[in-house]
């Protein structure tokens, strides 16, 4: 019944940017923290970004801290990770994800608190 659909991944060179959707269907955002999640082969998942379900709070991890905002269409049941100065090492496979959590909480640490996972969506960043 929960669904959450990652879209707008691609190819792109180093300084580019892409924006980045997830799309939920099965619950309101106004009740569920979103995180931004991506992992590279080999590598263990790391926490990109998060939204509260207020829309109030917001957290980047330290690698994306100034090159990528997390934002909300709640009309469309959609958030957006808009990813600018792109680098090699934002390369690999993102997903979002759902919680329940406080209004005013989410994290980008903890994925064990997300419950609903994407099926995720290819960033890749290569000159």
């Known amino acids: 019944q929960v669904q959450l659909v990652e879209s707008g991944g691609g190819l792109v060179q180093p300084g580019d940017s892409l924006r980045l959707s997830c799309v939920v269907s099965?619950?309101?955002?106004?009740?569920?923290?979103i995180g931004w999640f991506r992992q590279a082969p080999g590598k263990e998942r790391e926490g990109v970004s998060c939204?509260?379900?207020?829309?109030?709070?917001?957290q980047y991890g330290d690698a994306v801290k100034g090159r990528f905002t997390i934002f909300r269409d709640s009309a469309k049941n959609t958030v957006y990770l808009q990813m600018n100065s792109l680098e090699p090492g934002d390369t690999g496979i993102y997903y979002c994800?759902?919680?329940?959590?406080?209004?005013?909480?989410?994290?980008?640490?903890?994925?064990?608190?997300?419950?609903?996972w994407g099926q995720g969506t290819q960033v890749t960043v290569s000159s």
């Open positions: 939204i509260s379900a207020s829309g109030g709070s917001k």
């Open positions: 994800a759902a919680a329940r959590l406080r209004a005013d909480f989410c994290t980008y640490v903890a994925d064990t608190v997300y419950d609903y």
């Open positions: 099965g619950f309101t955002l106004d009740y569920y923290a």
